[in-house]
Each structure stands twice: as structure tokens, then as C-alpha cells.
């Protein structure tokens, strides 16, 4: 009699939690939340490469051919597709103009989104960053010099963006769904390229560049909008949110507690081996850029064909790249709510994995890819598997110092960035030496730098919040 009457009522608490605890799940708000902000990301990376795309229909000296189904009489067609005589110089100085800010604004937007309310800050950058891209096809008939502006004005919204998002989850996750919010939001980061890449031709050839331009800044506004309405800093004083799911958000996150008001502990910060180690997403950054900027390069001089002849080709790596980013997440939340693994273990793991796993990829595809299919396989792995770093390394800050996670935030993009510049323009320099044998210098010396930056995180890196974030707490007690 005692067991079944335990049996009864173990059997009815499962039931009770089953129906009436927040379960993860899209009919949560702050999983509606995350999906808003994966197409934020989705948009907002549209925006941000599409010049880029359609650049090679804006210029005189364009080759037809580079447009997938493209005919000669529609590229030259000056009512959809206006063309101007930029010299390769112009043209790098205005693709390049969106990261001029970049290395100086990280760290004061990282430093504001932990004091400044976040709706204000993302809707107000998006909307602004879609007006840029509105404004662009206007700013082009005007000459490069009002172009040049617009673009600068586009990087400082989208960095805002991309840092002030990473708050959101200090107040909405509870602590065994960051990795799974934080993934999904910023997957929309790998699914944006995949749409640009895919659109952009077929849009060029059917109604015009600038068209491109239109859709992604209507988007991006209407986006905006749709945040600044639909988004509150705090589930407390969201209208919207159920009962039960705002005491399980801040009940989870209850000896958590906010920097607002309150002076940085710098001197602390920048003596804090942890902190130098989550720095360490230079690595990353580094690799990242490599892959994003010389892809379309190592393709046309390994297979000796232009990439740009297939857009579908050249889109698969992120589309991988997003799948997998999903994927991850989940992988990584369910290690930590079923115990299997400490929070520090899953941040080692698949930061080992984003960097050795690309390392080996990157070899593989100087000496082991010797036609088109082992090319194309060994590439879009390089690309994809960076994003285990996601749910390592990218996301630590959190849990070292969740009050000071923006300014955090900034700090490391801040370092990637730098590590990002740096190696576009050493693989440049490479190349321009010898462009055909320099691609095994290149990727080994990505390998090095990710093997240099992985020993030292997996030594120093922490999962637990340190003392310099949360002694504040105790005085104030």
C-alpha cells in the first residue's frame, strides 16, 4: 500500500508539472521573443552583405557571367541595374567602411546596454540601420562620398545590435536555457548570408539592385517596430507573460542581480585570468574572417572556376552553419539539465571542438580536396563547425560576470574584431606573394592560432561567477 500510494502521488506531481510548469517551447513568450530576434539577425546580416553582393552589378567593369542565370542584355540594362565607374579602390573603401567604427564603439555600446534599456537600444539601431539601407540606392545616385556615410552610420547600428541583443537573455533565460535562446537568436546571423546569397542574383536579374536595398530596410523597420512593441526589458513588467513563466524565469535568476548605477570593477576585470581566456574568442573572429572573405578566392583558385557562377554553391556553408547552430544549443542545454556535465565541461567541450574541429577541416582542404565534391564537403565543415564555439567561449561571459555581461560582450567583440582585421589582411599579404601554394600557410597558421588560444582557455577559462561580480552584491546586503 505505501508504494503504490507513492506511485499515486509521484505519478499526479509529473502530471502537475507536466501541465502547469513553463516548459521550454515556442509557446513561451520568451522563445517568441528569440524567434523576433532571429530575424532580427537574419535581416540585419542581409543588410549588412548585400552591397557586397550586388556590387558586381553596380560597377562598369562587372563581367555578366558572375550572375547565375543572368542574361548580358539585363545586366546592362542601366534603368534596373545603374552602373558606376568605382575604381577596386573605392569600391574597398566602401565595402570596408561598415567596420570603421567597429574596433572604437564596442566596448562604450557593450558598457551602455548594461544601464540603457535594450528594447530602445535594438529596436531604435534597426530601425536606423534599415533606414540606411533605404537610403542607399539614393545616396549612390549622389556619388561614393554620401554612400561612404550611410554605411558607417549602418556599422554603428548594426554593432549596437549584435552586442546590446546578448543583455536580453541576462533577465529572459533562466540558466539551463541560455545556450538554447542564445543559439537560436543568433543563428539568424548564419541564415541572413543564406538568404542574401540565394536572393540577390535572382532579384538583380528580375527587378534591379536597388530593389535589394527596399526589401531588407522595409523589413528591418518593420522589425523594429515589432521589438520596440512586443519586447520588455524585464519579464516582470511584460503584459503578455503568463504567471507561472515569469516566477520560473525570475526565480531561477533570483541571486542574480543587476550592475545598473553601479562602477565597473575594471582593475579586476583586466586582472582576471578568466576574463583573458573568454578574450580568446580572437580566435574565433580570426578564422571566421578568413573563411567569410577568402572562400570565393581558395574555390576559384583550387578549382580554377568562378564560385559566383552558382550562388546556391556558395550559400550552402551557411545554411549548415545554421542548422547546426540550432542543434548545438539544444545539445548543449540538455547536457546541462540532465546533469551529465558541469557547466564549465560543456564550455570546454564544444569550444574544443569549434576550434580543432575547424583546424583539421582547414588542413583537410589544402592537402585532401582534389575535386569539386571533396572541395565543397571540406569547405562548408570549415564553416560550419566554428559555431560550436557558440555555446562556449562566445556565451562564458555570462556565466563569469552575468551583471557586467554587456560590457563583457563588448570587450570580446572588441578583441575579435581585431583578430578579425588582422587576419583578412595577413591573408592578403600572403597571397599576394604567391596566390596559388600560399593557401597551406594561411590555414596553418589558423590552425596555430586556434590551437595557442584553445590551450590557454582550456586552463584558465571558469563557468562560475567570479567574486569581483558579485561582492557588490554583499555590501549592498
Not at 105 to 128: E, R, T
Not at 294 to 313: A, C, D, Q, R
Amino acid at each position: 500500500m505505501y508504494i503504490y500510494d507513492f506511485l499515486i502521488q509521484t505519478t499526479s506531481l509529473e502530471l502537475d508539472t507536466l501541465f502547469h510548469s513553463p516548459a521550454p517551447g515556442f509557446c513561451s513568450l520568451r522563445y517568441r521573443l528569440c524567434l523576433l530576434l532571429h530575424f532580427c539577425n537574419v535581416v540585419m546580416m542581409s543588410q549588412h552583405i548585400c552591397l557586397s553582393l550586388t556590387m558586381v552589378a553596380m560597377v562598369n567593369n562587372t563581367d555578366p557571367h558572375l550572375w547565375p542565370n543572368t542574361s548580358t542584355k539585363d545586366l546592362l540594362d542601366n534603368i534596373k541595374n545603374p552602373r558606376y565607374n568605382w575604381s577596386p579602390k573605392i569600391q574597398g573603401v566602401i565595402l570596408s567602411s561598415i567596420s570603421y567604427n567597429m574596433v572604437i564603439m564596442n566596448i562604450p555600446i557593450g558598457y551602455l546596454s548594461g544601464i540603457y534599456f535594450i528594447q530602445k537600444m535594438v529596436s531604435c539601431a534597426l530601425v536606423l540601420s534599415s533606414l540606411s539601407s533605404l537610403l542607399i540606392p539614393l545616396a549612390v545616385d549622389a556619388g561614393e562620398m554620401p554612400l561612404i556615410p550611410c554605411r558607417v552610420v549602418q556599422g554603428l547600428s548594426q554593432g549596437t545590435v549584435s552586442i546590446a541583443q546578448h543583455v536580453v537573455w541576462v533577465k529572459w533565460a533562466p540558466p539551463l536555457e541560455r545556450v538554447r535562446l542564445t543559439s537560436l537568436s543568433t543563428s539568424g546571423l548564419m541564415l541572413g548570408p543564406f538568404i542574401s546569397l540565394i536572393a540577390t542574383g535572382f532579384i538583380c536579374q528580375a527587378l534591379g539592385w536597388p530593389i535589394i536595398f527596399y526589401i531588407f530596410g522595409a523589413c528591418g523597420c518593420a522589425l523594429g517596430v515589432f521589438w520596440f512593441i512586443l519586447f520588455y526589458d524585464d519579464p516582470k513588467n511584460h503584459p503578455c507573460v503568463s504567471i507561472d513563466e515569469k516566477e520560473f524565469i525570475t526565480s531561477s535568476l533570483m541571486e542574480q542581480v543587476s550592475s545598473s548605477g553601479q562602477p565597473l570593477p575594471i582593475k579586476a576585470m583586466f586582472t582576471s585570468l578568466p576574463v583573458w581566456a573568454i578574450s580568446l574568442e580572437f580566435a574565433f573572429h580570426w578564422t571566421n574572417h578568413v573563411l567569410f572573405l577568402y572562400s570565393p578566392t581558395f574555390i576559384s583558385s583550387k578549382l580554377h572556376m568562378n564560385v559566383t557562377e552558382n550562388g546556391v554553391m556558395l550559400a550552402l556553408p551557411y545554411l549548415f552553419s545554421w542548422l547546426l547552430g540550432i542543434l548545438t544549443g539544444q545539445m548543449a542545454d540538455l547536457f546541462l539539465s540532465r546533469n551529465a556535465l558541469r557547466v564549465i565541461t560543456v564550455r570546454k567541450l564544444f569550444t574544443a571542438l569549434g576550434l580543432l574541429l575547424l583546424a583539421l577541416f582547414g588542413i583537410c582542404l589544402c592537402h585532401l580536396s582534389s575535386g569539386f565534391h571533396s572541395t565543397m564537403i571540406f569547405l562548408i565543415l570549415a564553416n560550419a563547425t566554428p559555431i560550436f564555439c557558440i555555446v562556449g567561449i562566445y556565451i562564458n561571459p555570462l556565466d563569469s560576470a552575468p551583471r557586467y555581461y554587456g560590457f563583457l560582450k563588448g570587450a570580446t567583440v572588441l578583441t575579435g574584431t581585431t583578430g578579425g582585421l588582422t587576419s583578412s589582411t595577413l591573408a592578403g599579404i600572403i597571397l599576394n606573394k604567391d596566390p596559388e601554394s600560399s593557401w597551406s600557410t594561411i590555414f596553418f597558421l589558423m590552425a596555430v592560432i586556434n590551437m595557442i588560444s584553445l590551450t590557454f582557455y582550456l586552463i584558465f577559462a571558469k563557468a562560475e561567477i567570479q567574486d569581483w561580480a558579485k561582492e557588490r552584491q554583499h555590501t549592498r546586503l
